[in-house]
């Protein structure tokens, strides 16, 4: 294919010279698992979840328990997230892997630790980065 009008008929430099639009969108799409559409019954993340945030959980070596604490974040409408060993470990992060990826979070300022003796941590996440990050 080379440059020409794109599927919608408008005119610009583009790579659907020769495609129709009906070939255009039966072309499949790729979508997560964890971003799929709302009605769908799958589960999905939630937005918006601030750029910046998210930047400094991946530099913190924590992406995964970001990505996690956003979900449910969403779920729950609520900041402040329980943490519960046994669904962390559905989401494949270990006891180790977790408590890294907190004390990672906590130091880049992007959560804060509700310690309770006996219980399992809860962990509020702040909406900017105070400590580390960018």
Known sequence: MGRGARPFGQGCPSIWVGVTFEEHMAEELYIPDCIEQRGSGKPFVKGPIPLDW??????????????????KEGLTKSKT???????????????????????????A???????????????????????GGL
Request: net charge positive.
């Open 54 to 71: 998210v930047k400094s959980a991946c530099q913190a070596g924590a992406a995964e328990l970001a990505w996690y604490l956003r979900y």
């Open 81 to 107: 997230i329980h943490i519960r060993p046994g669904e962390m470990k559905v989401f494949g992060l270990s006891e180790k892997v977790r408590r890294r990826q907190v004390k990672a979070l906590e130091v």
């Open 109 to 131: 300022g992007l959560v804060k630790i509700i310690s309770r003796p006996g219980q399992s941590h809860r962990l509020v996440i702040l909406d900017s980065p105070s400590g």
